[in-house]
Nanobody, 124 residues
């Protein structure tokens, strides 16, 4: 089992920044990929950014490229999402997820474990 706990969400004005953290515990060595997803009211959950534990390779959704940065610590226990130049449309619940697979990192169904989510609200 892998336990994931997100933190860092909140209310911010458009143009501002937030940094989300995801603390992983348990059998973290069984995870290959860590991802951040988000879900706005009435919308499907969508990928935001993904990082591989092994080599720190990253993938970003087009909507956040150049504004968001995903990173991990060297102990492979925490994943971060630095969010800059936030827009109203970034408002959503943000989830951290872990996958033991190496493929389909953009699909929620590929992930075995999920955190409880943290609300990000960007006021316009």
């Amino acid at each position: 089992q892998v336990q994931l706990v997100e933190s860092g969400g909140g209310l911010v004005q458009a143009g501002g920044s937030l940094r989300l953290s995801c603390a992983a515990s348990g059998r973290t060595f069984s995870s290959s990929i860590m991802g951040w997803f988000r879900q706005a009211p009435g919308k499907e959950r969508e990928v935001v950014a993904v990082v591989r534990w092994s080599n720190s390779n990253t993938i970003y959704a087009d909507s956040v490229k150049g504004r968001f940065t995903i990173s991990r610590d060297n102990a492979n226990t925490t994943v971060y999402l630095q969010m800059n130049s936030l827009k109203h449309e970034d408002t959503a619940v943000y989830y951290c997820a872990a996958s033991s697979r190496n493929d389909y990192p953009q699909y929620p169904n590929a992930y075995n474990y999920w955190g409880q989510g943290t609300q990000v609200t960007v006021s316009s």
